[in-house]
């Protein structure tokens, strides 16, 4: 308490003799508003002689500090003395300063130390009533990213706190009003309650910033949703705060936000960007919505045709295939044209799946023909006995031509008879039409010839 115990006041002269009334009690009863906003009041005298009475109010602290204590101990023994007294109201309590209470022997001893009492003494009264609804504000935007929106925007918070010193327990009051004094009042002889909200304003705007940047992007609260937070904000902060407060003697008692908001013009930016996120998500459903329909259409019209999906995607593959001539069969134009031409689906039924399967992985050599069945005259696929047409491309097994010498079936695409061998002429191995050497495409048909 050095600050306190070193301030000294005004005193007048006259002719050698200080004039100094001496006080039987002190007390002090607040007579006007402004009286009773203050927070912290040193009494208008000092140096009281022995024997002095001390008033303290119910809701009042009286500090009194006084360095007879000190001078007695480092008297006695040099233990570390206390020149501090604290007293919770109510109270009345009879001061020992070392002052004499006979005005001549006291004026005299003070012409021998300049004037000063050789035992200073002085006392300040706290004001322990509670004080709430104090306000607070940011005074200046938070830059926050909005986890939900990610867009900049400015953050304005304000609220309500409120604060008491303790008087209630009084190890506890003693060391709250000593610090409060020290860290906040100083000597100061007065110390209103205005002065009191904006020190400790302060002190909470080097705190609310960051623990509200960091709540917003940790839980990804949007500002659009905070409000509905606004409680679990007010118990994080009151939370962090109290050792704040409580370093410089005061109890927080409450703390609330009551409102969170950002500028006009961040939540247009917002409300902007929400309307076009919505607007992509509605196209979005939109596409998909008309895809749904032309996928159903599709399904009714393969139900109607009697082939499925897969089926479709197999002729897909067969087609592709046809039109390259650089793959390894050049008979699969021939199944696509059979499969376009019967009616696709209905003719290859099942048989569909491996013979795409055999396009894309064409068989590593030809088999020879089983006694039980017959050989495809085009990709030489063995065939089950009396088979019309290739499972693997497609061809036309039975193409109805006979030896126009001896009348034996012939195969298609047969060059001389199996059974006379007579030449015959090239005929396209699909329809079994006569065509011209050289052709590459039957001209019936469209069937893809070998060279």
């Known amino acids: 308490m050095a600050g306190i115990e070193n301030e000294i006041t005004g005193r007048r002269r006259r002719g050698g003799i200080i004039s100094n009334v001496a006080v039987d009690v002190i007390k002090w009863e607040p007579a006007t508003s402004e009286e009773s906003a203050l927070i912290v009041h040193k009494f208008e005298k000092e140096d009281f002689p022995n024997g002095s009475q001390l008033i303290v109010a119910p809701s009042q602290i009286a500090v009194f500090i006084n360095n007879l204590a000190e001078e007695r101990a480092r008297e006695s023994s040099g233990a570390n003395p206390t020149s501090v007294s604290v007293f919770l109201g109510p109270c009345r309590i009879k001061l020992e300063t070392g002052e ?81 004094l020290r860290r906040v009042v100083g000597t100061r002889a007065d110390y209103t309650r205005n002065e009191l909200v904006q020190f400790m304003r302060a002190k909470i705007l080097e705190r609310v ?49 009551h409102s969170i908001n950002v500028p006009e013009e961040d939540l247009t930016e917002i409300n902007e960007l929400k309307v076009q996120r919505k607007k992509a998500q509605l196209e979005a459903q ?46 699969t134009g021939a199944g ?80 001389f008879c199996m059974n006379c061998g007579a030449k015959l002429e090239k005929v396209c191995p699909q329809c079994g039409k006569s065509v011209q050497e050289g052709t590459k495409f039957c001209m019936n048909c469209g069937f893809k010839l070998e060279a």
Request: charge should be negative; glycine fraction near 10%.
């Open 100 to 180: 004499t209470r006979i005005a001549p022997f006291r004026n005299l001893a003070r012409e021998f130390t300049g004037g000063e009492s050789a035992y200073h003494s002085s006392v300040y009264f706290i004001n322990t009533t509670y004080m709430n609804e104090l306000n607070w504000g940011t005074q200046a935007p938070i830059l926050v990213v909005d986890p939900e929106e990610e867009v900049n925007v400015h953050v304005r918070a304000f609220g309500l706190f409120g604060v008491h010193i303790e008087h209630l327990d009084a190890s506890a009051a003693s060391i709250q009003a000593e610090k409060f």
């Open 336 to 415: 696509m044209g059979l499969g376009v031409g019967m009616g696709m689906g209905r003719i290859f039924g099942n048989g569909l799946n491996q013979m795409a399967d055999n396009v894309m992985n064409p068989a590593p050599a030809a088999p020879a023909p089983s006694a039980a069945g017959t050989v495809c005259p085009s990709c030489h696929t063995p065939l089950p006995e009396g088979a019309r047409f290739c499972f693997n491309c497609g061809a036309s097994i039975d193409s109805g031509r006979v030896c126009p010498v001896c009348g034996n079936k012939l195969m298609p695409g047969a060059k």
């Open 286 to 331: 939109g596409n998909a919505m008309k895809m749904d329909i032309e996928s159903e259409a599709r399904a009714r019209m393969r139900q109607r045709e009697g082939y499925t999906y897969q089926q479709e995607q197999t002729f897909n593959v067969m087609q592709a295939a046809a039109s390259n001539e650089g793959m390894a069969s050049t008979f």
């Open 209 to 257: 910033p960051d623990l509200l940047a960091n709540k917003m992007v940790n839980d990804k609260i949007g500002i659009l949703s905070i409000s509905t937070h606004l409680s679990e904000f007010s118990a994080l902060v009151q939370q962090e705060l109290t050792g704040t407060f409580d370093d410089f003697g005061l109890t927080l008692d409450n703390f609330s936000f």
